[in-house]
């Protein structure tokens, strides 16, 4: 068994020296088994950035409505409207810049592996987290697309188990053909492979 | 049994199916008893409280108009007696209800959690009991057989598991390790059987006579009479303190003291009265109560996490307790003592051969325990420093000065909790299972066995990070409400690594059967 923990070693699953700022496996044509580690898609970077910017153009309006109430409506002093103007403004321009800033930081830290033990994913720019589900485990897959994924061709892989704190697990932000491509093979390998029962049809593509 | 008409999904009409329910293989029907304890419960809920107002208290009240519902009520339950139609198939229990709006439901023998039942002395003297059949789909039970005679119950939990202990003795993976099963013969032995005095100790460590007299006091207050006790002893608490010297008032308190103590041990005799747990091939059946019986048949490879704690006062008397989930049912009801405490207490020298008998492949004892971060000690102090000085800063705007020594005071409570944890907190990877203990007060043990496993985690937070340490958890399957996991904090961030590799590995090995 102490064999089997130090070989582990060799493949360390979070470290800071492996970098992953540049994708070395844009080429991987096939997103399949493979064992090696993925980033998201760099169109992530873009898709969160418009997502971020319509949540921050929502910060906006209803700051500049609260502006306009402290200055029309109540009977502060000077100062204190100021003060909360100021206050407003630097929200939204912090949630403008996190909007920005914050989507190439997520794609730098995210990245995933499918092997023969399953779907590996980690995460976390601030807070770090891999989960690790093995495939047999798999409950059910699902392929999500929300609208602006769907401009940007991107999608997530949603991957159900049965456990109870990490039942759903998403990975948002990768190429729609990849998750469905990552799905079937998730779906012919992992669930109840094990178990011996025999899969008939596995579905294809849901869109 | 082809359905009479193609349209109708549910098959035939529930009720004409009288020559049916004579054999044992056809569809049945709720004991003819069922009704009134259908009608009991309504009774219950909703008339008796209105009674107990009109008899105690004047004045309207909204329990009165309560009273009116008991007529629905009573004829819902009428109806679920009339129309409810369960079925044995072969690899299905099937129970169909309804008259309207007609359901059938399908459960699978093979996804079926557990099977609880409760007979209180009403269900004996009719030779019935209440039947909860759980599957892993919600905090609710499946299907409940309100209520069925006793034969019946015997030949539903035979049907139900004699088909599983086939199928699953074929599964080589579940348990797995050299102490793997055989399967026995059936033993009607219990292998656990609690001791009176541990009775009196889980009595006397619940402490639920407060609550018994609580509940009484309150009651008491509700209905007014409260003050009526009080004009009938017309003395006020100022000549009473005159009346009797404080020592007096002392036996007083010891008195109610001891009496609370009393109701406690007695409430614990009439619960846990006869607690046994009988292993039959596969499942572990618990039984237990004095006027209400509850049984409770737990399939052993339906056990997802095994935890033991030691309580500080159980501690103490060398007691300990064991607690085992399935993802079955609602780990936050209470009124199952069995399924919140599987073997409530228990001396620690008869832990190792009942743990034997629950899994096979798990032990507490002889672990290889494996230490976490050698600066886990330093970094709980720290953290618990910074925690206080919350009160601190409170206490240091009230009194000022005194926040020093109030201080002191805390990073030692910290500093001695800190280095007990620390002692205490370490893992163990076995051929079958996982185990982390960790606590202060309450020393807990936790078992997760590789095919109960459904994905393993690692989390770094950023000071995790700069310590070089991380979080390992495993997510298992559970019952609703539950706060059980299982967690290894502090371990170095390799130890981390090397943790989630080989659970991984070893999962991937193994299947899961709920």
């Known amino acids: 068994m102490r064999a089997n923990l130090n070989d582990a070693l060799a493949h360390p699953m979070l470290d800071d020296e492996t970098s992953l700022d540049n994708d070395p496996f844009a080429d991987a044509v096939d997103a399949r088994i493979d064992g090696v580690l993925h980033t998201l898609d760099p169109a992530h970077v873009p898709a969160s950035r418009l997502v971020g910017a319509v949540t921050a153009t929502v910060f906006l ?30 929200l939204v321009v912090f949630v403008f810049a996190l909007g920005y800033l914050w989507p190439p930081l997520e794609l730098a830290r995210t990245s995933w592996r499918v092997d023969v033990d399953g779907i590996v994913i980690k995460r976390g720019v601030v807070f770090r987290h891999v989960i690790s589900i093995p495939g047999t485990r798999i409950q059910h897959l699902d392929v999500s697309q929300g609208p602006v994924q769907r401009r940007f061709g991107l999608g997530t892989l949603v ?49 | ?53 009109v008899l105690l208290a004047s004045g309207d009240s909204y329990e009165l108009w309560y009273m009116l519902l008991f007529v629905p009520a009573a004829a819902v339950s009428l109806k679920r007696y009339l129309t409810l139609r369960y079925e044995l198939s072969d690899d299905h229990l099937v129970v169909r209800e309804g008259l309207v709006f007609r ?51 015997m030949e539903l939990r035979a049907g139900v598991f004699a088909e599983r202990d086939d199928d699953e003795a074929q599964t080589p993976d579940d348990f797995v390790g050299p102490r793997a ?11 656990f059987r609690m001791r009176p005095v541990d009775v009196v100790y ?7 006579g407060i609550a018994v007299l609580s509940g009484l006091v309150f009651l008491l207050w509700e209905f007014n009479l409260w003050d009526r006790i009080e004009k009938r002893i017309p003395i006020d608490p100022e000549r009473l303190s005159a009346l009797f010297p404080a020592w007096e008032w002392l036996v007083i308190g010891v008195f109610i003291v001891a009496l609370l103590q009393v109701v406690t041990v007695a409430w614990a005799f009439i619960t846990l009265h006869d607690f046994h747990i009988v292993r039959s091939k596969d499942d572990l059946r618990t039984t237990c109560g004095l006027w209400t019986h509850q049984t409770a048949t737990l399939p052993r490879h339906r056990i997802q996490f095994l935890s033991i704690s030691e309580g500080l006062f159980p501690r103490l008397f060398g007691r300990i307790s064991v607690k085992a989930l399935t993802a079955g049912g609602d780990s936050t009801n209470d009124s199952q ?65 005194w926040a020093v020594p109030f201080f002191a005071l805390l990073v030692l409570l910290v500093f001695v909790t800190a280095t007990k944890r620390a002692r205490r907190l370490a893992y163990a990877v076995t051929d079958s299972a996982v185990y ?37 958890s495993v997510d298992t399957a559970g019952p609703g409400g539950s706060d059980l996991t299982f967690r290894i904090p502090y371990l170095d961030v390799r130890d981390a690594m090397r943790f989630v590799r080989t659970v991984r590995r070893r999962v991937e090995r193994t299947s899961f059967r709920w």
């Open chain 1, 61 to 90: 309006v209803v700051g500049a409505i609260g502006v306009a109430i402290v200055w029309f409506v109540t009977d502060l002093s000077g100062g204190a409207k100021v003060a909360v103007t100021v206050a407003i403004l630097g």
């Open chain 2, 337 to 401: 003592v069995s399924r919140k405490w599987l073997v409530p207490l228990v001396e620690r020298a008869a832990l190792d051969p009942i743990v034997r008998e629950i899994q096979p492949d798990v032990a507490f004892t002889g672990l290889p325990w494996a230490r976490v971060h050698p600066h886990a000690r330093r970094r709980m102090i720290v953290k618990g420093a910074v925690v206080a000085l919350v009160p601190t800063l409170l206490v240091a705007r009230d009194a000022g000065f």
């Open chain 2, 436 to 472: 982390v203990r960790d606590g202060v007060l309450t020393h807990a043990r936790n078992a997760v066995r590789f095919s109960k496993i459904q994905s393993i985690s690692l989390r770094q937070t950023p000071f995790d990070r700069r310590h070089r340490m991380a979080t390992v």
């Open chain 2, 103 to 153: 359901s059938v439901r399908h459960i699978p023998y093979d996804r079926i959690q557990n099977i609880d039942t409760v007979q209180n002395p009403l269900h004996r003297l009719l030779g019935v009991v209440e039947v909860r059949v759980e599957t892993a789909s919600g905090q609710e039970p499946e299907a409940v057989l309100r209520v069925l005679s006793v034969p019946r119950f």
């Open chain 2, 181 to 191: 099963p055989r399967l026995p013969e059936p033993q009607p032995v219990p292998f």
């Open chain 2, 1 to 53: 049994m082809e359905p009479r008409d193609p349209h109708d999904v549910f098959g035939r009409d529930p009720f004409e199916d009288a020559e049916a329910a004579t054999t044992p293989t056809g569809s049945h029907r709720l004991h003819p008893m069922s009704p009134v304890f259908e009608i009991g419960r309504s009774f219950f809920s909703l008339v008796v409280p209105g009674l107990v107002f």
């Open chain 1, 159 to 207: 991957v159900h188990t049965a456990g109870t704190h990490d039942s759903e697990v998403n990975l948002e932000g990768i190429a729609r053909e990849k998750a469905l491509r990552v799905r079937d093979f998730l779906l012919e390998h992992g669930p109840n492979r094990a178990s011996g029962r025999v899969r008939g049809e596995h579905p294809s593509d849901g869109a």
């Open chain 2, 202 to 208: 889980f009595g006397l460590l619940s402490q639920k």
